[in-house]
């Protein structure tokens, strides 16, 4: 394990961190805070037996209005197992594939 892997505490609150996620954090720079933000302060999504939480405009102006800047961490997308291990860590800005499908209406 590289020394940066070796320094990061392997725990966020209720969550815990993969060496997976670990790893993606150091190899993408997206750093601890960023992923705190995201857990606290993101929009969470359940796709596939995992919760997807991420960081948009939306939230970044909402938080905005409280006083909390978020806007560095806009596109900032955690993944974490039901079990709440972070799976992994990415940015994306394209926030469609998190929307959940609208029902089509029933007409005869």
Do not use: W
């Not at 190899?27 to 037996?49: D, H, K, M, N, P």
Request: glycine residues 6%; hydrophobic residues 40%; aromatic residues 6%.
């Amino acid at each position: 394990m590289s020394p940066a892997l070796a320094t990061l505490p392997h725990t966020l609150g209720n969550f815990s961190l993969t060496k997976h996620a670990v790893s993606r954090m150091v190899e993408r720079s997206i750093s601890r805070s960023a992923v705190e933000a995201a857990l606290e302060f993101g929009r969470c999504t359940e796709i596939r037996a995992a919760e997807i939480f991420a960081i948009g405009r939306k939230e970044v102006a909402r938080c905005r209005r409280d006083g909390i800047d978020l806007s560095a961490f806009e596109g900032t997308q955690v993944v974490a197992a039901a079990t709440g291990a972070v799976v992994t860590v990415y940015r994306n800005r394209d926030f469609k594939s998190l929307r959940t499908p609208r029902r089509g209406s029933f007409r005869s």
